[in-house]
């Protein structure tokens, strides 16, 4: 089964429709069309025998550089999940689901922006 094509991804009531550009082994790459918002979702294993899924969202944008005020530069902000579980099947698929879910509720914007702030 595969992702959606695009994928849409919301930020700050932007929406950003990604469209596979890139399939290379189980990688595959979403682009918008303006190029500001990539998508990288992969499926690997690891040297230790591990499964590690992840995805990873990069935001694009130009920026004046703070040394050379008149000088523009493309600066991103990267944020990725990852899951990383043993290849011996011993966690289900419905298991996995469930703490993915829980750390994404953790994810509220109380704690995002405690962790924003440096707090651990």
């Known amino acids: 089964m595969s992702m959606s094509d695009p994928i849409t991804i919301t930020v700050n009531a932007v929406p950003y429709a990604c469209v596979c550009v890139s399939t290379v082994g189980s990688t595959k790459v979403y682009k ?5 918002m990539q998508i990288t979702i992969s499926h690997i294993t690891t040297k230790a025998g591990r499964s590690s899924r992840m995805v990873k969202v990069e935001l694009k944008k130009i920026s004046a550089d703070p040394f050379t005020p008149t000088v523009n530069r493309e600066v991103k902000a990267v944020v990725q999940h990852l899951i990383n579980e043993p ?3 011993t966690f ?4 996995l689901l469930n703490l993915f879910k829980g750390v994404a509720v953790w994810e509220n914007d109380a704690n995002v922006n405690k962790l924003l702030a440096g707090e651990s």
């Open 32 to 36: 918008d069309p303006t190029d500001a």
């Open 87 to 89: 290849s011996d099947g």
């Open 92 to 95: 289900t698929n419905p298991e």
